[in-house]
Structure formats: C-alpha cells, structure tokens
C-alpha cells in the first residue's frame, strides 16, 4: 500500500493501476491482481491506507501535547500537509476526483473526512478557545486547511506563508 500510495502522489490517478505498483515492489502484476482485481480495489485500499497514515501522522502530533493544544497540533499536522513535498495533498486531491464518478470510493473517502472532522472537533472541544472565533467551526476549519493545501500543491509555499497558518490559528 505504501507504494501505492507514493505512486498516486508522484503520478496522480492516471499512474496507479496494478502494473506500476508490481514495477515498484518488484513482484510479477498477477499479484497485485490477485489481492486487488479491479483498480477499484486497489483505489479503495488506498484510501484505507491513507485514513491510517493520516491516524498515524495525527496521533504522532498529539504525542506530546495536552488537550488544551491538541487544535494547535492539527494546525501544525495541516500545515505540515500543505508543503509542496507532502504527498498528502497529492493522494488525497486523486482521491477526491476519483470519488466523484464513483460512489463506493465516495463513501468510503466520506468516512475518511468524517474522522478527520470528528478529531479536529474533539481536538477543539479541549481546547482553550475564544468563542465566536470563525475557525471554531471544524468544517470551516478543515475546508480552509484543505483549500490551503490544495493552493499549496498548484502554486508551491508561496502560497501557504507562515502568516496564513498564525491568522488561522488567531481564528481558533
């Protein structure tokens, strides 16, 4: 999965089908075939992959904070996420096109931002807050991030200037 992954952040969805991934672990395709018989499946699986990975990165981030700084430690992850190197952005921006022309990949990419949702606001409900702060919001917050990210992947870091994540992090 971790190939294939790198393989639809490097190429996009045009670069994964089970050949690329065989070439890229060096295994004859048939077995790639044999544990996903449709690019469907191998597109489902990564979208698994990378609902672990961003759990992984997440709780990485919380390690080593209190409840108190947990929306501050997404803020960091996110904006970790937006450098042009990240591959987050890349798979995750495949995977969004790729969900709208099929609605098992949308619900399963659904479930994905529902937990990421359901984390920021658990995140936000520990947290030290002002009230009536815009990004108090977890779905505004998330669509900012997650525009912030996809401008950072077309335009580069210029796009995403240390000001940008503060003024997001004053709006918590």
Same mark, same amino acid.
């Given at each position: 999965?971790?190939?294939?992954?790198? *393989?639809?952040?490097?190429?996009?969805?045009?670069?994964?089908?089970? /050949?690329?991934?065989?070439?890229? *672990?060096?295994?004859?395709?048939?077995?790639?075939?044999?544990?996903?018989?449709?690019?469907?499946?191998?597109?489902?699986?990564? *979208?698994?992959?990378?609902?672990?990975?961003?759990? =992984?990165?997440?709780?990485?981030?919380?390690?080593?904070?209190?409840?108190?700084?947990?929306?501050?430690?997404?803020?960091?992850? +996110?904006?970790?996420?937006? /450098?042009?190197?990240?591959? +987050?952005? /890349?798979?995750?921006?495949?995977?969004?096109?790729?969900? =709208?022309?099929?609605?098992? %990949?949308?619900?399963?990419?659904?479930?994905?931002?529902?937990?990421?949702?359901?984390?920021?606001?658990?995140?936000?409900?520990?947290?030290?807050?002002?009230?009536?702060?815009?990004?108090?919001?977890? %779905?505004?917050?998330?669509?900012?991030?997650?525009?912030?990210?996809?401008?950072? =992947? %077309?335009?580069?870091?210029?796009?995403?200037?240390?000001? %940008? +994540?503060?003024?997001?992090?004053?709006?918590?």
């Amino acid at each position: 999965m971790a190939a294939a992954y790198e *393989i639809l952040g490097r190429e996009g969805l045009e670069g994964l089908h089970a /050949r690329a991934v065989a070439t890229e *672990i060096n295994v004859n395709h048939a077995t790639v075939h044999y544990y996903f018989p449709s690019r469907k499946d191998l597109v489902l699986a990564v *979208i698994g992959y990378a609902r672990s990975r961003f759990a =992984q990165d997440r709780a990485q981030a919380h390690a080593t904070t209190t409840a108190a700084n947990a929306a501050e430690a997404d803020l960091a992850l +996110f904006e970790a996420y937006t /450098r042009p190197a990240s591959r +987050f952005f /890349r798979v995750w921006t495949s995977l969004f096109v790729a969900a =709208q022309a099929d609605p098992d %990949l949308k619900v399963a990419l659904v479930e994905f931002t529902q937990d990421w949702l359901e984390g920021f606001s658990e995140a936000l409900a520990g947290a030290t807050v002002t009230p009536g702060k815009p990004f108090r919001d977890p %779905l505004l917050f998330m669509a900012t991030m997650l525009g912030t990210g996809l401008l950072a =992947q %077309l335009l580069g870091e210029a796009a995403t200037p240390p000001a %940008l +994540f503060d003024a997001v992090y004053e709006g918590l």
